[in-house]
């Protein structure tokens, strides 16, 4: 059990460094939102165009990277909305054992179901063609837009780190249970 609780120590601290990088997300987002800002009232007064729709795609995508780095580290800190009030008053070995079962059962298949179902459309994203072979990424319609790719792949990490945590989870939940946590 204990190389078990290492692995788990392993993927938590990744969890955490993660954690980490979606508060900085946060922070530029507001930097870039700012600028955004500033730039268009500047620009109109003195009549030059200062900001592009990169700055407002870049946005979008550090707002998106918020969340999509944040997954794990909202399972691995208990910060979900919990609206059971049975939940709070249990023992620890219950609730370790009603989120083993929660987790082995709902979310690590749908987090399993979430890589196969964005596999694909992320692939396309970077230029998978019919035939096997990679074309051109996908682009921004708009002008001086961002590529899609590099976003999109953050699903496929999302939900690989969201899966890896919950492992970790189970692994701690089955460590309670035996009393070796």
């Known amino acids: 059990m204990q190389t078990f609780l290492k692995f788990s120590r392993t993927i938590d601290a990744l969890t955490d460094k993660l954690g980490h990088a979606s508060a900085i997300c946060v922070i530029l987002t507001v930097a870039v939102g700012f600028y955004n800002v500033m730039a268009r009232y500047l620009g109109r007064f003195i009549e030059v165009k200062l900001t592009s729709n990169l700055f407002i795609e870049l946005q979008w995508y550090l707002f998106s990277l918020t969340f999509l780095l944040g997954f794990s580290y909202v399972l691995k800190h208990g910060l979900n909305v919990r609206v059971d009030f049975l939940y709070a008053n249990w023992s620890p070995k219950t609730k370790a054992g009603v989120d083993l079962i929660g987790h082995a059962l709902f979310l690590s298949i749908f987090c399993i179901i979430g890589m196969y179902v964005t596999t694909h459309p992320v692939l396309q994203s970077w230029g998978l063609l019919p035939d096997g072979s990679f074309g051109t990424w996908e682009l921004s319609p708009d002008p001086d837009g961002l590529p899609r790719a590099p976003i999109k792949s953050m699903l496929l990490a999302a939900f690989g780190m969201l899966f890896l945590q919950t492992?970790?989870?189970?692994?701690?939940?089955?460590?309670?249970?035996?009393g070796e946590a």
């Open 167 to 178: 492992i970790s989870e189970i692994i701690k939940n089955v460590a309670i249970i035996k």
